[in-house]
Structure formats: C-alpha cells, structure tokens
C-alpha cells in the first residue's frame, strides 16, 4: 500500500472515530437530560372498569377496551412514571391519574405573561376522565410538582384521596376540590404535660389576689398548647363544684375556676387516672367529667357515675388519623369506690388475668384506630429513674402494641427510650414528665417538669411515629 494510501486510510479511521466520539456525547448529553425519576419507571395493569383496562409499560400508558383493542395511549412527548385509576371526585365516573415527566414547566396551558416554556424536563401529575367506551379526555394537567415524587397511591381508607411520598421522605394526602388537587393536612402533633396539681397556696394565691382566676398557671404555656393538635395534661387533683370542698394535701379538691383557665389554655384532653382521683370520691369525678365534657374536653381514666358501660380507651381522631387512648393509675390510695361504681378508675391490671385482658384490650383498640397512646400514672415519687415495675409493664405495653406510652406520678422528670415491639415495631416511653403546675419546692428536681412532644403521619408503610422530643419546663408555680 502507498504512502498516501495508507495517510488517507488513517484519515477515515480518524474521521470515523471523531464520529464515534461527537455521536458517543451527544448520546451521553441526551441521555443526562432525561429524567431519572428516584422511584423509578413503574410497569403495571391496571383495571379501570368492568369494560376498560390500562397498562403502563415503557413510560408509556394503553387503555384497552373489553376485547383487546387499544383506545388510547399517552402522546409520545410524555414519560409516564406511574398511573393509578379511581373515581377521584366521586362523579360515578373513573379517572386515570398519571404520575409523568415532559418538557417545559406547564401542563396544558401556561400563564399569558409566560412567552416560552422551558426546554427541560419535570414532574407532573396529569388527570384524565375515561368515559366508557374507552375514550380519554383531559381533566386536569398542572404545572410542574416541586419536590419529586418518588411514590404515590390511594389512600387506604378512602380511594378518593391520594397519598404520595417525595424524595425527601416527606408524605402528604391531596384530595379533589372543585378544580384540582388540593394537599391536605398529613399529621397529627402532641403537647404532653406532666402532674397538674393545685396546691393550696396555690388556690389561696388564686382566690386572693387573681380575682379567682387561674389563667396565671397557664400562660407560660399557652402558645404551645395552642399549637399542637392534640395538648394533654394529667388532671391530678379533680374538680369540686363547691368552695366547701376545696382542699390541699393529702385530700385536694380543685375549685372548678381551674377547669375554665384549663380550658381557656385550650387544652384537649385530661388523663385523670391518678392516685388522688377519689380524693372526693366519686363525687369529684362526676364534678370532673361533668364540666369538662360540658367544654368538649376529654377525660380518659375515669368515668362518670351515670356511665353503665366500661369504656377501656377513648378514641380520637384527627386529621385522617384515628388515636386509641388508655389512662392507668397504679391505684388511689385507701380510697376504694369500686363495689358501687366499678368503672369510676382505671387501674393497672395486678394478676396475669388482668394483664390478658388488658392485652386484649389494646387488641380491639388496635382494630378501631390507627396508633396507641397509654397514660399512666406509676413509679415511685421523687426517683429519677424507672424502676423495674415500670420497666416491666412498659413491656407489657410494648407487647400489646402500644405506639407512645407517657408517665406521671413521680413528680421528677425520668428518662425517655424506645422498647422494640414483638411485632417489629417500637414503643417510645416516656415514664415520667414530672410536675407541670405545682407548689413543691422540697427539691431542685420538683421544680422542673418536661413537656412531650411528637408528631405522627401517614405514611406509606402505614400511621407512624415521625418525631419526638422532651424539653423542660419550669414546673413550680412562683407567687409572688
């Protein structure tokens, strides 16, 4: 082969990998420019109705008809992520919602101040009607998600609502409102407050120079307990409706002027099982349950001698999310009205018969809710750590389900852990919040109380537990 051959023959393999290169990075340059969705591309069929199917397949979506034949399909400029098929708005008619990627920012229209769209690829959900012959009309096609998606799918409990999870671990429900998704409020966040106990320097202080008020204890707190959706205080000295039967240690009575400040703080819910529930007897828990109920307060614990049937736990809902409550104490001292009024308190069970029926208890609760929350009152006063007791039936409610378990009684602040659960999951235990609203100065320790707060969620695995966290509050009421 000649020189120049040969030259010629170097400068086509030259040109040939130039080629190879320049079509090697445009390829790569395409390919960076698609999108790679964190969830992935779905493949799925899907049954739309009785004469209509779907199937996802190639970031491509088909709807066949009764007999095969395909009716349509999404344009070939979208890359669909992922579809789901439900009657949205409850019209009676199916819609098909995709979960897909195309160019530019805007679904179907964009705003007329906008002259050109963006030339890179994002996220949307797109909805369309399908009417019974197969045919696809466009419903609603919105403007670019936010943060990425990375899963979506009805919601258990109602098809008409779509939960999704973005790539931060973040879930949120949207419904269909008039024209268009609307996100609604995914979580449900607790204030829990230690031993509420009206001392009498307290009252005396009260009656003396506040005009009767009792707002002054709760002031310090009020953004708090307004802010949660949930805010929980254990009653520990119950109501009287009567100035004769205001009293201090060792047997209170509580003027109801602290139920009205308890409820102008706006407060939820009362745990009332505790040691000094029958200080009045059960006069006091009628007086008790009475005006708070009047005030749409809950009080879990004890019941009203009137009730004829025993309520275990309390259920209450919130936000999508329906919550199991119990409230134990360990027991009332020598006061004892459980002959005539067997369900006046709710008491920790004391033989394995009574730890069954518990379990089977928080069984049923589990059935009708979606998270357990127990309130106990146990412990020895002024130790700073669990003992065994408390240990032990932790894991008794752990064993039962048990999602949150919150402390009373000791009046002193004790630690915070997490027990596993022998169905996977865990038990968050707080065994003692202190003292929220007292006169006791007998020690440092009496003086600081701790407020719990948590949030639970909807997620895809189901309600959970998202977020916890304990801070100290100052406990002991000055009065000056």
């Not at 209509?52 to 066949?64: H, I, Q």
């Not at 705003?111 to 769209?117: G, K, N």
């Not at 019974?132 to 609502?161: P, T, Y």
Request: aromatic share 12%.
């Amino acid at each position: 082969m000649s020189e120049k051959s040969l030259l010629q023959k170097n400068k086509l393999w030259l040109s040939l990998l130039l080629i190879a290169v320049a079509v090697i990075c445009c390829l790569m340059w395409y390919i960076s420019f698609l999108p790679h969705p964190q969830g992935g591309w779905s493949s799925k069929l899907l049954t739309i109705s009785d004469s209509l199917s779907g199937r996802l397949s190639g970031k491509r979506f088909f709807v066949y008809d009764s007999a095969g034949n395909k009716t349509w399909e999404t344009p070939g400029a979208l890359m669909v992520q992922d579809a789901l098929s439900t009657d949205l708005d409850g019209d009676g008619e199916k819609d098909l919602l995709l979960l897909l990627w195309k160019i530019g920012k805007y679904g179907s229209a964009r705003p007329f101040w906008v002259t050109e769209d963006e030339k890179a690829y994002s996220q949307h959900i797109f909805i369309y009607r399908v009417s019974d012959d197969g045919q696809v009309h466009q419903k609603w096609c919105a403007s670019e998600i936010g943060n990425e998606i990375r899963r979506m799918k009805l919601f258990e409990k109602n098809e008409q609502l779509l939960l999704v999870e973005d790539v931060t671990g973040a879930n949120t429900l949207w419904r269909w409102e008039s024209f268009g998704l609307k996100i609604l409020e995914n979580s449900v966040t607790f204030a829990c407050f230690g031993d509420n106990i009206i001392h009498k320097e307290i009252y005396e202080y009260a009656f003396d120079r506040e005009g009767g008020s009792f707002d002054f204890l709760y002031e310090p707190f009020v953004k708090d307990i307004r802010a949660a959706d949930i805010a929980v205080f254990q009653q520990e000295t119950m109501l009287v409706d009567s100035r004769d039967a205001v009293g201090g240690y060792p047997k209170f009575g509580s003027p109801q002027e602290v139920g009205e400040a308890v409820y102008e703080a706006g407060f939820d819910i009362a745990a009332c099982a505790g040691n000094h529930a029958l200080d009045r007897g059960i006069y006091g828990i009628d007086v008790t349950t009475d005006f708070y109920s009047e005030r749409g307060i809950i009080c879990l614990g004890v019941q009203n001698s009137r009730e004829k049937e025993f309520h275990p736990y309390r259920l209450v809902s919130k936000h999508g999310i329906t919550f199991a409550m119990f409230d134990l104490t360990y027991g009332t001292g020598d006061m004892d009205v459980s002959d005539r009024y067997p369900y006046a308190v709710r008491y920790l069970p004391q033989d394995r018969d009574e730890e069954q029926a518990l379990l089977d208890e928080m069984a049923e609760a589990r059935d009708n809710s979606d998270f357990i929350i127990i309130f106990v009152h146990w412990g020895k006063e002024y130790e700073t750590h669990a003992n065994e007791e408390q240990r032990r039936m932790a894991g008794l409610f752990a064993e039962g389900g048990a999602d949150v378990v919150v402390g009373t009684h000791p009046h002193v602040l004790q630690e915070v852990e997490s027990i596993p659960r022998p169905d996977g999951g865990q038990t968050l235990v707080y065994y003692s919040l202190g003292n929220f609203r007292a006169y006791q100065a007998q020690m440092e320790e009496t003086k600081v109380g701790g407020e719990a707060t948590f949030r639970v969620e909807h997620t895809f695995d189901g309600v959970r537990l998202i977020s916890h966290d304990l801070r100290t509050i100052d406990a002991f009421v000055e009065l000056k």
